[in-house]
């Protein structure tokens, strides 16, 4: 019932051509200490090195590029000679440019839709878990909004 699939089975394969190996040779593969896992080990650490010496590579490149960037634009700084006072006013143009953006991201909103919110805040408070009994004040929210 089955209890053939669970041994194990041996083969042995014979090859068609005689293989002699030295005595020597035998004697070195029976006394030696290295085995499959050592093996793996070996290669695992090579392989760390090989991508910590690649990693290593990579960031001293980086690094040599952002000095050249770095020394690049302080040599262009230092041909363009900007004053003070035209500093300045960029910096005071690009402020009046960023105040004007704000006004116009802002929105005024009116009392009616103000309630239209309260209402709605109200009620999903007063029927937690149960948000479609807010459906109405919802919907007269819904429809303020869209008549802006």
């Not at 991508?51 to 363009?80: G, H």
């Not at 239209?116 to 937690?128: D, F, P, T, Y």
Request: hydrophobic share 30%; charged share 30%; proline share 2%.
């Amino acid at each position: 019932m089955g209890s053939t699939t669970s041994k194990p089975e041996t083969k042995v394969f014979t090859p068609n051509a005689p293989v002699d190996f030295s005595a020597s040779f035998l004697s070195h593969l029976e006394n030696s200490q290295e085995s499959d896992y050592t093996r793996a080990q070996y290669t695992e650490k090579y392989i760390q090195e090989r991508v910590a010496s690649e990693l290593s590579k990579l960031e001293a490149e980086a690094q040599q590029k952002f000095k050249d960037a770095t020394n690049n634009a302080l040599e262009k700084s230092k041909d363009a000679k900007v004053s003070v006072a035209q500093s300045n006013e960029k910096v005071q143009s690009l402020t009046k440019a960023l105040q004007e953006s704000a006004k116009l991201i802002q929105v005024e909103v009116s009392e009616d839709i103000k309630k239209a919110r309260s209402e709605v805040i109200a009620c999903l408070k007063q029927n937690q878990g149960r948000s479609l009994n807010c459906w109405d004040e919802v919907e007269q929210f819904k429809t303020l909004v869209n008549s802006m």
